[in-house]
């Protein structure tokens, strides 16, 4: 359409009334509006999954809830159930707050919702599914499972029987693809099994897989040591490597890269011992013994003649009569005196019992002791001389081999009581270079070769460097020096009395006066130009920032080759 055309058009509607131009307006608004929802109802919605591995029955009853709430879905192979990508998470949360879908194996939540007056019977089935349940969802959380599925067998218990049943538990696993179950899993599904089980031993636990297979009676899982841990093996091997970098650590600084070899057997123990012994020793002085107990009698008699006689009573109760005999009388001896003086019959007796000396000694010896340590070492000739000064390989002397047996045996710990060996050998290695004298060019190929990555890296950092040398540091400073230099020119006035040329130092004074008198001139015109400068930088800072950009932007496009004005 020309310019013409549109010119009369809006001439044509600028002369309509205001009603016809709002009908027009709302008119087109109309039409646009009826063409995008035309547009976004032809067009077809993107889908994303909804969920994945969906069975048939909570398949049905996710697609009859979609469908009360008007969403589109569409199924596919393999239990997958997708719909429009932007109501995805709003049928998700309202799935789930219907219970969809349901979980393939039902948990605890089977005892929400008893009913009143179930029986007994009803109730340790529902107990019985909820455990199993619960073992499969566990069971599934490894990551080669799949699905799992647990079978108990849980007899009742009653007291009248007085060998009671144990129980029995099945577990048929369904591996993901191109996954495998280890020894160290399986072992660990038995014995969860067996510890969410009341008396349930770990013998009764069988594990199936989807193929058939007893996984349960893989070898090593009853506790007999029929192979190996894969543990114990790399352990060794890891033991057995440190050894042997050692000992190349140690020689190769002495014997030179690629001319030792060494290899460590280490026997290695395993067995877990446990061990109590109880000793006791001599009895010590008992001066040097702990008292335990002490226990001491003492019994005491008296004389007869004082102990009350005679019938008791009044009578009896008299004060003694005068004395028949002299106070003081001769004192028998023998038996006689014994009976008349009435004396004591003292008897003492001392029980000590002292602590026995006992020592109690409980020792649990560490897993993965080494029990012997065998290093076999290999070591190449080193470069020498022969008879004729012709260079050649020759062997260490033996006060050398003594020095690398001694680094060898210390390296790895060396103990002659543990039974330990070393066997160092010096001989000539098949694959070792003549040690014949090569040309330079050889010598510089091979270095080349031995070292090429130094070198490369050398010679990037010289590019950089001399890249920063031509290219930045010499177009700075030539520019630097063009700014300096400022062409003039020298205006020589030397007035009327103009010596002639031929006057022999005449010119040459002249030149030099004219000189002096220029340099002279020129420091009072840049100090006169350097206080007006200062001037105005103190009065009109602005301007002078501005004249000093326009400079810098000048100075770079004369810089740049490559800018096109």
Known sequence: MTARGVGGIRQR???????KKLAIMVGIAALVAAVIGFWLYSKEPVYRILYTNIPD???????????????????????????????????????????????????????????FGVSQFAEQVNYQRAVEGELARSIETISSVEKARVHLAMPKQTVFLRDQQKPTASVMLTMFPGRAMDGGQVAGIIHLVSSSIPDLPVKNVTVVDQDGNLLSKMPGLDGSRTDLDPRQMLYVQQLEKNFNDRIEAILTPIIGK??????????????????????????????????????????????????????????????PGAAAAPITAPVASGASATAASGSFNNRKEATTNYEVDKTIQHVKQPIGS????????VLN???????????????????????????????????????????????AFADQAPLDEKPLQEKAVAYVQANWPDLVKLALIALAVIYLLFFVVRPLMRDL????????????????????????????????????????ARASAFADLLQQAKEIAKNDPRMVATIMREWMSQAEDSGNPNKVA
């Open 13 to 19: 509607f600028d002369a309509l009334s205001s009603g």
């Open 258 to 319: 690629d001319n030792v070899r060494a290899e460590v057997t280490a026997q290695v123990d395993f067995s877990e011992v446990e061990q109590t012994s109880e000793s006791f020793k001599p009895n010590s002085p008992p001066n040097q013994s702990a008292i335990r107990s002490q226990q001491t009698l003492q019994q005491e008699g008296g004389n007869r003649d004082e102990n009350a006689a005679g019938v008791p009573g009044a009578l009896s109760n008299q004060p």
């Open 481 to 520: 020096t063009k700014a300096r230099e400022e062409p003039g020119m020298l205006e020589l006035d030397l007035g009327d009395n103009t010596p002639p040329l031929d006057e022999e130092g005449s010119v040459a004074a002249a030149l030099k006066a004219a000189q002096e008198e220029s340099d002279s």
């Open 57 to 115: 029955k909570d398949g049905g009853a996710i697609v009859q809830s979609l469908q009360q709430m008007n969403v589109p879905y569409k199924l596919e192979a393999g239990g997958t159930i997708s719909i429009p990508a932007d109501r995805v998470y709003d049928a998700r949360l309202r799935l789930a707050a219907q219970g969809l879908p349901r979980a393939g194996n039902a948990g605890f939540e089977i005892l929400d919702n008893q009913k």
């Open 370 to 377: 080494v029990k012997r340590v065998s290093a076999a070492v």
């Open 381 to 427: 000739f080193k470069p020498g001389k022969d008879k004729d000064g012709k260079a050649t390989y020759v062997p260490f002397s033996p006060a050398e081999m003594t020095q690398i047996n001694n680094l060898v045996r210390e390296a790895i710990g060396y103990n002659k009581d543990r039974g330990d060996s070393v066997n160092v050998v010096n001989a």
